[in-house]
Nanobody
Framework: VQLVESGGGLVQAGGSLRLSCVTS????????IGWFRQAPGKEREGVSC????????YYTDSVKGRFTISTDNAKNTVYLQMNSLKPEDTAVYSC??????????WGQGTQVTVSS
């Protein structure tokens, strides 16, 4: 099983980034895929997730209206489009695939830094 994130970087406040999570080694449609982030000195928090079989989406309140999660099921890839970025969005963003209580996989993360 592999989840490989990309698309992070340094951007000014108000800018945009699109994160990608390319997955392999499991049945994509059977999992919920989520994006989490962890800033220095803070606990990891859930940002957004999507059910790959029915498209249901969830966003944490702080990113609603600014971030959009989407999938390309043919490519087993999940995207996180991040607009109107703020300095408080600075964190390592990681992709997670979860099914039930036992199947839980993580990527290595990608750094997003938003300068003021």
């Amino acid at each position: 099983v592999q989840l490989v994130e990309s698309g992070g970087g340094l951007v000014q406040a108000g800018g945009s980034l699109r994160l990608s999570c390319v997955t392999s080694g499991f049945t994509f449609d059977d999992y919920a895929i989520g994006w989490f982030r962890q800033a220095p000195g803070k606990e990891r928090e859930g940002v957004s997730c999507i059910s790959t079989n029915d498209g249901r989406r969830y966003y944490t309140d702080s990113v609603k209206g600014r971030f959009t999660i989407s999938t390309d099921n043919a490519k087993n890839t999940v995207y996180l489009q991040m607009n109107s970025l703020k300095p408080e969005d600075t964190a390592v963003y990681s992709c997670n695939a979860k099914r039930g209580a036992w199947d839980d996989y993580w990527g290595q993360g990608t750094q997003v830094t938003v300068s003021s």
